[in-house]
């Protein structure tokens, strides 16, 4: 089960290292205590994980914006919920979201033990989808960002995965090869099918136990990467 030729291990950081849906509901707990104190948050929460999920999904495909997106996900979740609210309200939300998200830097069980772990053998990095800026910050807030040597973000590659592009660029940046390399993920789309797509090794993190293919080599705990790793 030990994959005994890997040198460079590239990780997700959203919902892999980083519980970007804890983060989320703490989040919007304490926006909406000021200025939306009627909105029920485990309501809205409820309905904004899928949506903010979909609306990534059409933003890495180039289907929508930034902008959009993140216009998107706050007015399709409050329309789920029956709750009115104008667009310049919903930017002021936007916008506060995006600025106090990272104060809140809760970690998946066993992140700095695994990267211990790893980091005395190998040279870890990241590859995200996340914005720039957003990334640094909660690389920085958590405590992460001493663990990896470099980091990839979609803004710097041009493209998003699964696009192979920036599974290259992520290999040229941290001068690792293909073969000796491998990708941790909580998407099987962007994370592993386009990580093997690149040529590229890859692990499912996979929290929620979905039923997934038995070929594909998947972890339900971080811990679990000492399986393999």
């Not at 809140?104 to 990095?125: A, D």
């Not at 940046?173 to 099918?193: F, N």
């Amino acid at each position: 089960m030990r994959i005994d030729n890997i040198k460079d291990v590239f990780f997700d950081l959203d919902h892999t290292l980083w519980d970007f849906d804890k983060n989320s509901k703490i989040t919007f707990e304490t926006i909406f205590a000021q200025s939306h104190p009627e909105v029920n948050i485990y309501s809205f929460i409820a309905h904004y994980i899928p949506i903010n999920q979909a609306c990534w999904k059409l933003y890495q495909y180039d289907k929508i914006t930034h902008q959009q997106l993140r216009y998107n996900r706050l007015k399709l979740s409050f329309d789920a919920i029956g709750y009115e609210i104008s667009d310049a309200e919903i930017d002021v939300i936007s916008n506060q979201y995006i600025d106090l998200l990272t104060e809140n830097n809760h970690l998946f069980e066993g992140t700095f033990e695994i990267l211990e772990y790893l980091n005395k053998k190998y040279k870890l990095h990241v590859i995200t989808n996340g914005f720039a800026h957003v990334q640094v910050k909660k690389l920085t807030n958590a405590n992460l960002n001493t663990y990896f040597s470099t980091v990839t973000n979609s803004e710097m590659a041009g493209v998003k995965k699964p696009n192979p592009i920036i599974f290259e660029y992520a290999l040229d940046l941290a001068k690792a090869k293909k073969e000796t390399s491998i990708m941790i993920g909580d998407s099987i789309e962007a994370d592993v099918l386009g990580a093997l797509e690149a040529g590229i090794d890859a692990i499912y993190f996979n929290e929620s136990k979905q039923l997934v293919d038995n070929n594909i080599k998947q972890i339900n705990h971080l811990l679990e990467l000492k399986n393999y790793l």
